[in-house]
Nanobody, 121 residues
């Protein structure tokens, strides 16, 4: 089995920063894209940022210039550095990864359990 475990959420004031981490563990041969999604109150889940195994990032327009995604392929971990946080960034943030369990199998998409980020004064 494969597990994605997020950490780093919490309460922060507007303009503040948080760093999220997501570590993948279990039966892993290779991880392709990893990413972060979020779901705010009454909203649909949306892509925040993603990063390829070759470390090419992609960001939603709403976070571009404020958030930075990175990953450590040795540790199978993806990070999201969030700066200049706004109240509208309040959401549950979910880690996502396309995991290949062996050389002969196709990647399977996995989700973490989510971590709450609240931006409020």
């Amino acid at each position: 089995q494969v597990q994605l475990v997020e950490s780093g959420g919490g309460l922060v004031q507007p303009g503040g920063s948080l760093r999220l981490s997501c570590a993948a563990s279990g039966s892993i041969f290779n991880i392709n894209a990893m990413g972060w999604y979020r779901q705010g109150p009454g909203k649909q889940r949306e892509l925040v940022a993603s990063i390829t195994s070759g470390l090419r990032p992609n960001y939603s327009d709403s976070v571009k210039g404020r958030f930075t995604i990175s990953r450590d392929n040795v540790k199978n971990t993806v990070y999201l550095q969030m700066n200049s946080l706004k109240p509208e960034d309040t959401a549950v943030y979910y880690c996502n990864a396309d995991v290949q369990k062996s050389r002969w199998t196709l990647p399977i998409n996995y989700w973490g359990q989510g971590t709450q980020v609240t931006v409020s004064s």
